[in-house]
């Protein structure tokens, strides 16, 4: 069986069979030759821009081959779907206290609702941290400290469901990253179904040198 990848151009696939013996698979009992192939394969929906939640798509199959008299001949080609597109899409809200001191951990809390068609893999939030420089201030000199993570009450365990980087200035970034494993649901705790929410709890601090009344 000799397989070709995916034609980005023109988005086909196709399988060389070679020469299929249909005389031996006659049965004892039976002269009707009716041999049956089947190619079970999965395929992911590209995501481009061009190719949105909603739309509808269709697939279809030609077969090619030389028949009994050496001509070369087509099957019909079945059109499967059409089937919609689904796409994850979020809703995320971060909250934390109104006013705060240099030096001192305050907690904030980042939620992130999937509101879409589908379940979300690989999700990743980047905290953005404020950062005054090339003035004193920000929140870029210590990493913060998740205190809870979880999706819709499953716990989430660092380097296991997710990992943590802390970018310091200038780039003075918290980014956090799920990172599901194969386990199938609903094993795989780092999911995020529709309508579940990823909520992440951490403590942080504004630098030493803050001025006060910043923004």
Same mark, same amino acid.
């Given at each position: 069986?000799?397989? !070709?990848?995916?034609?980005?151009?023109?988005?086909?696939?196709?399988?060389?069979?070679?020469?299929?013996?249909?005389?031996?698979?006659?049965?004892?009992?039976?002269?009707?030759?009716?041999?049956?192939?089947?190619?079970?394969?999965?395929?992911?929906?590209?995501?481009?821009?061009?190719?949105?939640?909603?739309?509808?798509?269709? %697939?279809?199959?030609?077969?090619?081959?030389?028949?009994?008299?050496?001509?070369?001949?087509?099957?019909?080609?079945?059109?499967?779907?059409?089937?919609?597109?689904?796409? *994850?899409?979020?809703?995320?809200?971060?909250?934390?206290?109104?006013?705060?001191? *240099?030096?001192?951990?305050?907690?904030?809390? #980042?939620?992130?609702?999937?509101?879409?068609?589908?379940?979300?893999?690989?999700?990743?939030?980047?905290? #953005?941290?404020? %950062?005054?420089?090339?003035?004193?201030?920000?929140?870029?000199?210590?990493?913060? !400290? #998740?205190?809870?993570?979880?999706?819709?009450?499953?716990?989430?365990?660092?380097?296991?469901?997710?990992?943590?980087?802390? %970018?310091?200035?200038?780039?003075?970034?918290?980014? #956090?990253?799920?990172?599901?494993?194969?386990?199938?649901?609903?094993? %795989?705790?780092?999911?995020?179904?529709?309508?579940?929410?990823?909520?992440?709890?951490?403590?942080?601090?504004?630098?030493?040198?803050?001025?006060?009344?910043?923004?």
């Amino acid at each position: 069986l000799a397989f !070709t990848a995916v034609d980005q151009a023109t988005n086909t696939v196709n399988w060389n069979l070679r020469t299929v013996i249909t005389e031996v698979e006659e049965g004892p009992t039976s002269s009707a030759v009716n041999p049956e192939i089947t190619i079970n394969y999965f395929a992911r929906v590209a995501n481009v821009p061009a190719v949105d939640d909603g739309d509808d798509l269709q %697939n279809s199959a030609t077969v090619t081959y030389t028949d009994g008299e050496g001509a070369a001949a087509n099957s019909p080609a079945p059109v499967i779907g059409p089937f919609t597109v689904v796409e *994850p899409d979020f809703e995320v809200n971060k909250t934390g206290p109104a006013s705060m001191l *240099p030096a001192t951990p305050a907690a904030f809390t #980042i939620t992130a609702q999937n509101t879409g068609t589908s379940t979300a893999w690989d999700v990743t939030i980047t905290d #953005i941290l404020p %950062n005054f420089d090339p003035l004193p201030g920000g929140m870029c000199d210590n990493a913060p !400290t #998740i205190t809870a993570i979880d999706v819709a009450g499953r716990a989430l365990v660092d380097g296991v469901d997710y990992t943590q980087t802390f %970018n310091p200035a200038p780039t003075c970034t918290f980014v #956090i990253t799920l990172t599901p494993s194969d386990a199938a649901a609903p094993a %795989n705790n780092a999911r995020v179904d529709v309508g579940e929410t990823l909520t992440i709890v951490y403590d942080t601090q504004l630098d030493v040198g803050t001025p006060n009344g910043s923004a």
